[in-house]
């Protein structure tokens, strides 16, 4: 059992471990802060954006008077080549990044917590065939297999989401196995399985309940990456519709007028930077206050 | 020497069977989506030989047979070198796949020259001076690099550069190459150059690579920037690093000879992880620079539908996965004593 599982097996100590990671990090604050931001404008950006339609990516009628603006007053963040504002598209890509991103991440996190802890406690071949499949799609990029969607489906959400989730769950089910292969071997395991409890019942209650906090944690570190593969993926134009306020494709959009229009991809790619950065923070700090071998917060001799 | 052969033997085996799953697995994707597989495998052709072409690629899957005998079709066609030709660039695919791979390794090998070094002194330096507020800062700068999307940081710096006259788009001038009269040997135009000793070549492929490298770079400097500060942090309260202060061993030699050895095997271990991240922010950035590569396959590959250019990609991606884990484990084996394979 490593500290971090003792400290956030319970919801006071894992409140308790926020608070004294809030009061100690400002790196925490500063993450909380960005991902409540971005949160907020997930849940309102339609209702903040000065043009919502021209968000939602359609063409405004007067596009030839207004196409390449650079940032002013009227439009902050300039508009696009169609004429379409920049502000109002990035303020609503917010939803799109935040529901992709949780979709892949809770979708990943349980498939990984499943395969990991079935393999870890029923052993022999169902382990053999469980490893190995956390092999095979451990070795898959998500960006080619999007590909390989994308010819198979067609555009879409789907594909950035299955192809995120499919090559993302092999490392929740391979930290997920390690940890669950600790407590698997622990004494209230097998007291329950002495008393005759159903094994289908101790993998969830017993074995899955302890493992889930660690590979929680792991999880909120990811987000961050998770975004910016989504949008690596958005970018190569292998997943949403080229019109949708997604940050990938908006920095797409600009891609061709980089020289001319740098506004069109500059905001969007900082909202991914900002974002995927608050993600990591959170993560990094949360991991920070839990495991002491990372604290090092007092100087030495030299 | 901690390493057996059949530890190799071992790996090979693991290696390949992965190689099988990986190809079952995009079987799979292609026969059970929605849609007529063959068509899907012929690059969904319209016109009039639409109806021939796929008549075509109905054969070569095979797909009038039992599945486990199209799927045995299927593992024989991609581990004898056979995926037919690219709808995309009416050639043998793996023979593109080759070609294109040495332009991404070169750009990821450049990017892990200029980035493991730069993050691990400064995570040396942030080590040596944590708790202060410069360690704040490079912690917190190594995230921010860690998290920059590369294709993004890739378009900044080509947008930054265009005012100062860069017109570097692609690998390679080819009028200068031409000029010279430059011989590909090895398809990494840096070491070609210098093999002939050219030095106008050599410039000119070296100021076109550094630009997509830096956008790369930055993603192995943040993780390994933070890697190293963390192992070097722990390593600095190690007893034999203290005995070695208290014995007056100079400064220089603790912190390299003492210290930083013991973050060695760590920070392989990460950097082979980084290394598939790296991957596919190498062929986005491909993409940006204009540049050959695997990216450029990738977009190309979109547009025809080529899924047996997609099959050769995964196949050619997982390996080099599995090659560089295989090499970061053997790497940490040979560093670290206490590690046995």
């Given at each position: 059992m490593n500290p971090l599982e003792q400290r956030?097996?319970?919801?006071?100590?894992?409140?308790?471990?926020?608070?004294?990671?809030?009061?100690?990090?400002?790196r925490l604050k500063a993450g909380l802060l960005i991902t409540f931001f971005i949160a907020a404008l997930a849940v309102m950006g339609q209702h903040l954006a000065p043009y919502p339609s021209e968000g939602a990516g359609i063409v405004p009628a007067n596009a030839a008077e207004r196409m390449g603006k650079p940032p002013s007053l009227e439009f902050p963040f300039?508009?696009?080549?169609?004429?379409?504002?920049?502000?109002?598209?990035?303020?609503?890509?917010?939803?799109?990044?935040?529901?992709?991103?949780l979709l892949v991440a809770g979708a990943s996190l349980g498939v990984?917590?499943?395969?990991?802890?079935?393999?870890?406690?029923?052993?022999?071949?169902?382990?053999?065939?469980?490893?190995?499949a956390t092999e095979i799609f451990l070795a898959l990029p998500a960006i080619v297999l999007a590909l390989a969607l994308r010819i198979a489906l067609g555009q879409g959400l789907h594909v950035v989401v299955v192809s995120l989730v499919l090559s993302w769950w092999p490392w929740y089910a391979r930290a997920s196995y390690v940890y669950a292969r600790v407590v698997a071997e622990m004494e209230y395991v097998l007291l329950a399985q002495l008393a005759g409890v159903p094994g289908r019942i101790i993998v969830f209650r017993h074995v899955l309940r302890n493992v889930?906090?660690?590979?929680?944690?792991?999880?909120?570190?990811?987000?961050?990456?998770?975004?910016?593969?989504?949008?690596?993926?958005?970018?190569?134009?292998?997943?949403?519709?080229?019109?949708?306020?997604?940050?990938?494709?908006?920095?797409?959009?600009?891609?061709?007028?980089?020289?001319?229009?740098?506004?069109?991809?500059?905001?969007?790619?900082?909202?991914?930077?900002?974002?995927?950065?608050?993600?990591?923070?959170?993560?990094?700090?949360?991991?920070?206050?839990?495991?002491?071998?990372?604290?090092?917060?007092?100087?030495?001799?030299? | 020497m901690p390493l057996s052969l059949n530890y190799l033997f071992r790996r090979l085996f693991w290696s390949i069977a992965v190689l099988a799953g990986v190809t079952l697995l995009s079987y799979l994707i292609l026969v059970l989506s929605p849609g007529d597989p063959a068509a899907k495998w012929a690059g969904n052709p319209r016109g009039p030989g639409a109806a021939k072409a796929v008549e075509l690629a109905r054969k070569e899957l095979g797909l009038d047979l039992p599945l486990h005998l199209q799927l045995l079709n299927f593992l024989r066609m991609v581990f004898t070198g056979d995926l037919g030709l690219s709808i995309a660039y009416k050639q043998p695919v793996y023979s593109i796949l080759w070609r294109n791979l040495a332009a991404t390794l070169e750009l990821l090998f450049m990017a892990y020259i200029i980035g493991i070094p730069l993050g691990s002194l400064l995570g040396i330096f942030s080590a040596l001076k944590r708790g202060g507020h410069l360690d704040g800062v490079l912690q917190t700068s190594g995230l921010a690099l860690a998290n920059t999307p590369a294709f993004w940081?890739?378009?900044?710096?080509?947008?930054?550069?265009?005012?100062?006259?860069?017109?570097?788009?692609?690998?390679?001038?080819?009028?200068?190459?031409?000029?010279?009269?430059?011989?590909?040997?090895?398809?990494?135009?840096?070491?070609?150059?210098?093999?002939q000793l050219n030095a106008p070549i050599f410039f000119d492929v070296l100021a076109r690579l550094l630009p997509p490298a830096l956008a790369v770079a930055?993603?192995?400097?943040?993780?390994?920037?933070?890697?190293?500060?963390?192992?070097?942090?722990?390593?600095?309260?190690?007893?034999?690093?203290?005995?070695?202060?208290?014995?007056?061993?100079?400064?220089?030699?603790?912190?390299?000879?003492?210290?930083?050895?013991?973050?060695?095997?760590?920070?392989?271990?990460?950097?082979?992880?980084?290394?598939?991240?790296?991957?596919?922010?190498?062929?986005?950035?491909?993409?940006?620079?204009?540049?050959?590569?695997?990216?450029?396959?990738?977009?190309?590959?979109?547009?025809?539908?080529?899924?047996?250019?997609?099959?050769?990609?995964?196949?050619?991606?997982?390996?080099?996965?599995?090659i560089i884990n295989t090499v970061a484990d053997v790497a940490q084996a040979l560093i670290d004593p206490r590690v046995k394979l």
């Open positions: 956030i097996n319970n919801v006071a100590g894992s409140i308790g471990l926020i608070k004294r990671a809030w009061r100690r990090s400002a300039g508009t696009d080549n169609l004429g379409r504002d920049v502000l109002s598209r990035v303020l609503m890509g917010a939803r799109l990044a935040l529901l992709q991103v990984g917590l499943l395969v990991g802890v079935y393999a870890a406690y029923y052993r022999g071949a169902i382990e053999t065939l469980l490893n190995y889930l906090p660690a590979v929680l944690v792991q999880a909120i570190t990811d987000l961050g990456s998770v975004l910016l593969e989504a949008s690596a993926i958005n970018f190569l134009g292998l997943g949403l519709r080229p019109d949708e306020p997604d940050w990938g494709i908006i920095v797409q959009n600009g891609f061709k007028y980089i020289t001319s229009m740098p506004w069109v991809s500059m905001f969007p790619g900082l909202f991914i930077l900002v974002t995927a950065l608050g993600f990591s923070m959170v993560g990094d700090s949360l991991r920070e206050e839990v495991d002491p071998r990372m604290r090092r917060r007092w100087k030495l001799w030299f | 940081l890739g378009m900044a710096i080509f947008a930054t550069l265009v005012p100062y006259g860069f017109t570097a788009y692609g690998r390679i001038s080819t009028n200068l190459a031409i000029a010279t009269n430059f011989q590909i040997f090895t398809g990494l135009y840096l070491l070609d150059a210098l093999l930055a993603y192995p400097t943040g993780v390994c920037l933070r890697i190293v500060r963390t192992l070097m942090a722990d390593a600095l309260l190690e007893e034999h690093v203290r005995v070695a202060v208290a014995w007056g061993v100079k400064r220089r030699t603790v912190v390299w000879r003492y210290a930083f050895r013991a973050t060695l095997p760590g920070l392989v271990q990460v950097s082979g992880l980084a290394f598939a991240y790296s991957l596919v922010d190498a062929m986005v950035v491909e993409y940006v620079f204009g540049r050959e590569g695997l990216g450029r396959l990738l977009f190309d590959a979109i547009s025809v539908s080529d899924f047996r250019l997609a099959i050769g990609l995964l196949i050619v991606v997982a390996t080099f996965y599995l």
